[in-house]
């Protein structure tokens, strides 16, 4: 358990679907961040919240849109994707967003495109 | 362009040690991190290096040089439950953490 909880573990949709991956994180951190994991490849920063505003966006297509409403919860919304995004979405959450601190990793959201 | 290198995957027997090596290209460097992650879990912290020398932590330890760009874990007394992938990062001058593949380790018994 390391605080930070995804849902859902896994999902499986079609290109045409919309769906939302979730993330709580219980620390009272005020950071939050997603990562894609795809097989031996490296890990993939796609979005960092800090204090509930965007301080980072890593060219990720637009099919991809965060949401943080507040400092615990963050979400990925997902519309019109592709085949390739199928991979491990991995919300972390950190106190400070610059990095320095340690990552607290939630066990991810599996996802599959057809 | 920066770059994180480590082996993609490793064996060793229980009981043993084994070394995890990870060389860096950072602009800059204000650190690195190794991480571990299990089959299906989340990636948990195991340390942070910023200065040269090692770091020790029960059986795992972490070593940097940053003259060669380099960075070790070391496990000793492996057991079973040490198999996992094993991340290393580098975090560059302005802050941004550069990932690598990960090492994946098997334990034989």
């Known amino acids: ?114 | 362009g920066q770059n994180i290198d480590q082996p993609t995957e490793m064996t060793a027997t229980e009981g043993a040690i084994v070394q995890i090596n990870c060389t860096y290209q950072t602009s800059g460097f204000n650190g690195l991190f190794w991480y571990q992650q299990h089959a299906g879990e989340a990636p948990t912290f195991l340390s942070y290096n910023v200065l040269d020398g090692l770091e020790e932590k029960g059986r795992f330890s972490s070593f940097l040089s940053r003259s060669k760009g380099y960075s070790y874990l070391l496990l000793k007394e492996l057991q079973m439950k040490d198999s996992a992938s094993y991340l290393c990062a580098g975090l560059d001058s302005n802050y941004q953490l550069i990932w690598g593949a990960g090492t994946k380790l098997i334990i034989k018994p």
């Open chain 1, 1 to 114: 358990e390391t605080g930070v909880t995804q849902t859902p573990r896994h999902l499986v949709m079609g290109m045409t679907n919309k769906k939302s991956l979730k993330c709580e994180q219980h620390l009272g951190h005020n950071a939050m961040y997603w990562y894609k994991q795809s097989a031996k490849k490296p890990l993939e920063l796609m979005f960092v919240y800090s204090l509930e505003e965007r301080v980072e966006n890593n060219s990720v297509p637009s099919r991809f849109s965060p949401e943080c409403p507040n400092s615990s919860h963050l979400f990925l919304h997902l519309h019109t994707l592709q085949p390739e995004d199928s991979a491990l979405y991995l919300c972390a959450s950190s106190q400070g967003g610059d990095n320095t601190g340690e990552l607290f990793f939630g066990e991810g959201s599996r996802l599959t495109v057809l």
